[in-house]
Structures are given as structure tokens and as C-alpha cells.
């Protein structure tokens, strides 16, 4: 997708400012309405009646399906080039729901181990209860993810810009031991979003996000998302994605990858996963994300701009004893960085402070312009410790193992002015 104007398809920065949305009809509302309403009235009962058998799209009741959450989804799968999307209450919820049409109790996928602690710890303990079972990866080495499949295998999941240590993951590669195993390819683009990656481009079959982080980027809204890409085969699958192409019982014996061809993903996702499972976007959060879209461009340039700036600074910083940016051309991830994320690779990082444990405490007491908490992707500046917060409760060992050893400080840069971020950090180390 080009973000020059005038080149035919519409650029980026348009997409994110106008896909999927027009002035209300009724009204003339130039924003997208917050349709702050439980359910919609039938026209009469045979329009009731295919709305229930999936015979016609429209709304029935906001846990399935609302207009506000409706534009939301529109601009997502514009911007990431799907065939259509779903927006649901949390990163996590589209995660559950993603896996939830793909598996069957005693299925397997194969994961890059260097994931969103949260995700680690879903997939370790919440999916085991459905029998759906983890294996791990090294997502630096794309090998390792041929390695860990089984006959049993249904998907494999990554992350684009792996959390929290800014890896950047070589995409292509992963997606081709996706392809030789005929399974769908997860991604997790929450770190990178579509303005600095599109993992279809990269062979991604369905992508996930945390809208929770830069994409609603204000620090206001937890929301999720998952984009189908339109791109695998389910009927041609050696696999049987049992939702996908079984009748459906609860739709009398419709069989959803033959009705819905290359969007049949998502729609399975909304009419089964997100009907009996619930969890629904409000949508006034859905609002709040959909205004935040419309800077996406803007703010993630700068973010980039930012964060390049502050991780030089930190790298040639007396006190610090590395620093893991991939934008860093030392960097392990630099030259995959530049090939899946040319235009910038995000504002996560973390880095080490010769001082270890006491330093990392001391360092977080000391800074007055970064908050101290545990969310990425705000316009302001955030800084954990690991060690002494989200990894508290591990062992020293499971702790270096997760990339949270004590010495570790992770950042997630903001907006603020840089001179100002950077007089932040040196002031708080000086101490
Ligand atoms: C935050 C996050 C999630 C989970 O999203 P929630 O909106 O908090 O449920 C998943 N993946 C990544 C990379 C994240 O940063």
C-alpha cells in the first residue's frame, strides 16, 4: 500500500482517517456515532428471521454486532488488507476467539516463545482447560518453529515486533514453515501496527491486535481485533477446521467456509466464538480506538523518531550495560528490522543498568516524566521494572528465561517533546 496520494488505491493515511466510515444517514453526523444501544428493531419477522439464519448482514443485538464496532472493523481490515475483521473487548478476548474457531480439544499450535507475558500465560495455563495445547519456538529462529510441529499442529502464532524485548521476527520465513505444514499463520501485530508492518505481506493468515496499545494509542480503551487475511484455504486443508467446514448445527447445517468463502474466519469468529463466548467491545470504547486511528500515521512516525533518539542516548550512557532496539544497527534483530519494518520498528525496548536489581528500582523512584505502569503504546513516556513488578513471583531462572532478569528497565516512549524524555532518563540515573 503506498502512502503517496493519487496512486490509485488510497494511501495509508487516508485509510486510517476515512475506511469504512461516511456521515451517518440519518443524521448527517460527520464522526461515526457512538450507537450506544443494547439491540435494533426488525423490519418485520422474515427480516428477523434471515437476520437469525445468516441469510442477511445487519445488526440484531451489540454482543454480536453494533455500527459503531462495525467502522471500527471496516478500518482495521483496510488498513491491514483483510477481507474483513472483528473488533472484540480486549487483545486477549481476540486471541480466545482466534483460536477458539480453529481448535478442537487435544489440538495443538506451535508459539515464538518471546511473547506479551500476558499471552505466555494464557496459552500455558487458561488454554490448557480447552485441551488446546502450547509448544514453544525461539522466534530468532524460524527453524525452530518446523521443529516443534506435530501431525496435531493447527496454527502457528508470533508476534511481528515481539514484546517486550523488540525483536523483530523474519516473518517470510516463519510463514513458509506455515505453508510447508498446510496451517494458518497467526500474528500479533500489536508492537508494530499496520503503518510499520502488514504481516499479509509477509504471509500472515490472520492477524490479532491489542487495539489497547498504539492503536487506540491514548492510554483510554481496552479493545482487541482479529483480522481474517482471506488467504487460507479451508476447504482445500489437509487439516479439517471443524467450525470452519462441518455443518453448523446452531445454523441449520450451514457450513461456514463454503457460505463465506474467502471471510469465513472472521464471520465464524462473530457468529459463533463472539455470540456464545461474549465478549463484546463497548462501543464507546470502540469510539475512543477509531478516533485514536485516525493520527496513527502521525503519532507512529513519531514514536519511532523518538524512540531511535532515546535508545542512541541510552546506548552510549555511561550507567547502561545494553540496550535491545532493533532500530540499533549493532542490534541482533537490525537487518530484519529493516527489511519487515523499513519504516521504524516501534518505541518498546528494554534495556540493562550496570547497577542491576537496586538500580532498576532506583531509576523508575527517580523519573517525574515517565509513569510507572504496566501498559505500552500511550502518548506519554511508561517505564517498568520487570524484575521487581510484572515478573515478581518467578524464580531468577524463569526470570532471565523471559527476558525480565534484574537488571532489565523496559520503556515504551511516548510523544512528549525528546530533549524532554532523554533530561527525564539522565536526571533519574544521575541520582
Ligand atoms: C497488551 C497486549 C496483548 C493483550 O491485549 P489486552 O488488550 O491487554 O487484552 C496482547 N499482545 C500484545 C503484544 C500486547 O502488548
Given at each position: 500500500m503506498s502512502d503517496q496520494p493519487g496512486a490509485g488505491a488510497p494511501g495509508f493515511a487516508t485509510l486510517a482517517i476515512h475506511a469504512g466510515a461516511a456521515p451517518d444517514p440519518s443524521t448527517g453526523a460527520r464522526v461515526t456515532p457512538i450507537y450506544q444501544t443494547t439491540s435494533f428493531v426488525f423490519n418485520d419477522a422474515d427480516h428477523a428471521a434471515a437476520l437469525f439464519g445468516l441469510e442477511a448482514f445487519g445488526n440484531i443485538y451489540t454482543r454480536i454486532m453494533n455500527p459503531t464496532q462495525a467502522v471500527l472493523e471496516s478500518r482495521v481490515a483496510a488498513l491491514e488488507g483483510g477481507t474483513a475483521a472483528l473488533a472484540v473487548a480486549s487483545g486477549h478476548a481476540a486471541q480466545f476467539l482466534a483460536f477458539h474457531t480453529l481448535l478442537e480439544p487435544g489440538d495443538e499450535f506451535v508459539a515464538g516463545r518471546q511473547l506479551y507475558g500476558g499471552s505466555v500465560n494464557q496459552f500455558n495455563h487458561s488454554f490448557k482447560k480447552f485441551n488446546w495445547n502450547v509448544s514453544w519456538a525461539d522466534?530468532?529462529?524460524?527453524e525452530s518453529f518446523a521443529r516443534a510441529l506435530t501431525p496435531r499442529t493447527k496454527a502457528i502464532f508470533c508476534e511481528s515486533i515481539a514484546n517486550p524485548g523488540g525483536i523483530v521476527v523474519d516473518l517470510p520465513a516463519v510463514a513458509a514453515v506455515a505453508k510447508k505444514a498446510g496451517v494458518p499463520l497467526i500474528v500479533d501485530n500489536t508492537l508494530a501496527t499496520p503503518y510499520l508492518c502488514r504481516p499479509k505481506e509477509h504471509g500472515a493468515d490472520i492477524v490479532v491486535h491489542s487495539l489497547t496499545k498504539f492503536m487506540g494509542g491514548h492510554g483510554n480503551s481496552i479493545g482487541g481485533v482479529l483480522v481474517d487475511c482471506g488467504t487460507y484455504d479451508w476447504l482445500g486443508s489437509k487439516h479439517r477446521y471443524r467450525t470452519l467446514v462441518d455443518p453448523n448445527p446452531s445454523y441449520n447445517g450451514m457450513k461456514l467456509a463454503e457460505t463465506f468463502g474467502n471471510f469465513a474466519f472472521a464471520i465464524a469468529a462473530r457468529v459463533l466464538g463472539l455470540r456464545d463466548l461474549g465478549p463484546a467491545i463497548a462501543p464507546m470504547n470502540a469510539f475512543l480506538i477509531l478516533t485514536g486511528i485516525e493520527t496513527l500515521p502521525l503519532r507512529m512516525a513519531r514514536h519511532c523518531e523518538n524512540a531511535q533518539a532515546v535508545a542512541e542516548h541510552l546506548a552510549r550512557h555511561p550507567k547502561v550495560a545494553w540496550v535491545n532496539y532493533a532500530g540499533l544497527p549493532k542490534d541482533a534483530s537490525y537487518a530484519v528490522g529493516k527489511r519487515i519494518c523499513p519504516a521504524g520498528v516501534g518505541s518498546v525496548f528494554t534495556f540493562g543498568l550496570k547497577g542491576g536489581y537496586e538500580a532498576g528500582v532506583k531509576l523508575v523512584a527517580g523519573l517525574k516524566l515517565f509513569s510507572h505502569l504496566a501498559n505500552i503504546g500511550d502518548t506519554r513516556s511508561l517505564v517498568i521494572h520487570p524484575a521487581s513488578t510484572t515478573h515478581r513471583q518467578l524464580t531468577d531462572e524463569q526470570r532471565k528465561a523471559a527476558g525480565a532478569g534484574p537488571d532489565v528497565v523496559r520503556l515504551s516512549i511516548g510523544l512528549e517533546a525528546k530533549a524532554d524524555i532523554i533530561a527525564d532518563l539522565d536526571q533519574a540515573l544521575g541520582q
Open positions: 522466534s530468532m529462529e524460524p
